[in-house]
């Protein structure tokens, strides 16, 4: 994607300060100022690596992506039922047994303390070899909420990625507003350099100079509470990034915006791409499966059963002493459901309503996503225009501030009139970098909307 780098701040503006405030100011108000208002370097924290962290490190694309690899789990012909299930058991007893047998022939045998003991251990193997198709409908849909989760991923990555870029060009919206703010001040202090000079001089009233001065304070406050917002915005952001709150950084210095973004493809996009839309059709899939699953419960199961057992036991008493037996066996069984209190029927009737509720979410959620295109486009379109006229507005207000300052010093223009013309031009300043980052911010809403955002930042 092409991008087109704006320089908000006029060159003009720029030169007043310093070709004609360094011959006003000493060099102890230069110290003063670069003590207050320089701040230390910092590590410079790019939108790419921004985008990297949001993919590793936000809390919600984390936990959609564990919904995921739960969902990739669960897409298994075992949990479906298509595999079979094989058990292995075993019993072991014992007993002790006193007794007196008595024969025919008058001799009695007595047993004390005599000890049986028998092991049985077996194997047993079931198979469901027919059900209706339940077991392959069943395993159709686990891939289907496979293939969901995947959305809700992307659905999750497209949201994160809209707000960090949002917070991350709305911290370099407020830096380019504090440069504005401080070059303001720094004409403040021109101003009431020369307020002083010609009140003394007996130029200017007393009144005059005070009213400089009290400019001076307030253009003083409004930087520090800029500053104060950066910070607000930094930790903002460091949440979203899923790192410590106080982790200072610097931002890129510019806004780059995108060419003229086409209609009909966006449109075209949002309606095949969009990931709530896909969702919606995926989830009609469902309630189709749903449909298939719930009349093959009406349907016979087969199943085959197959097993093998070992015996062995010992009798201290009686006629045996051991009896050993291998056995295996085998069957077949068929069952058809008659009648289960109409639970199947009404399973049958609530997947035809799911079925029905499925289509009419689609249609709303296309009617719901192209509304909201249709918003997010004509909004851009709105901005752009603004943007434009923002630029030429600024350009004026940065000279007409040139040629006051001028007539300012040659005593020719009041100070409330060069006041007047000096918050125009920083108004005008703060309007342009206002309306580049809402341009910058509709652009990122509208790759969302038509699921271009991710392809754009990859």
Known sequence: ???????????????????????????????????????????????????????SQNFQVQIAKMDQ??????????????????????????????????FLTGDPRRFTWARNTSQTIGVNAAWVVYNGKTRSNTYRLLGINQEISQLNVRNQMEIALNNVMTNYYDIVQRVQTLKVLTQNLNVSSQRAQVAKERYELGAFSRMDWLRAQVDLNNDSAAVINQKQSIWEAKIT??????????????????????????????????????????TAQKQRLTSELSLQIAKGNRLPVGTLNVGASAFNSRFGAGFLVSNRNVTTNGALSLVLPLYNGSIFRRQIANAHIGIKQAEETIKFTQNQTLASFEIAYRDYERTKALYDLEKYNNQVAQQNLEIALERYKLGSLSTIDFRDVQQIAVAAANRLIGIQFQLKRNEINLLRVSGELIKKVE
Do not use: W
């Not at 969902?71 to 075992?78: P, V």
């Open 1 to 55: 994607m092409a991008h087109l780098k704006i320089e908000i701040l006029a060159p003009h503006f720029a030169m007043i300060i310093y070709t004609k405030l360094f011959s006003r100011l000493g060099m102890a108000f230069i110290s003063q100022f670069f003590l207050i208002f320089c701040l230390p370097a910092q590590d410079l924290l790019t939108l790419e690596q921004a985008i990297e962290l949001t993919m």
């Open 69 to 102: 690899q739960i969902a990739l789990n669960n897409q298994d012909r075992g949990v479906a039922g298509m595999l079979p299930t094989i058990n292995v058991g075993g019993d072991l007893n014992g007993s002790i047994v006193n007794s007196v047998q008595q």
């Open 237 to 278: 952001l460091n949440q979203l990034l899923n790192r410590a709150p106080d982790l200072d950084f610097a931002v890129a210095d510019s806004i780059p915006l995108a060419q003229d973004l086409d209609y009909t493809e966006l449109k075209n996009q949002t309606g095949s791409r969009n990931t709530n839309i896909q």
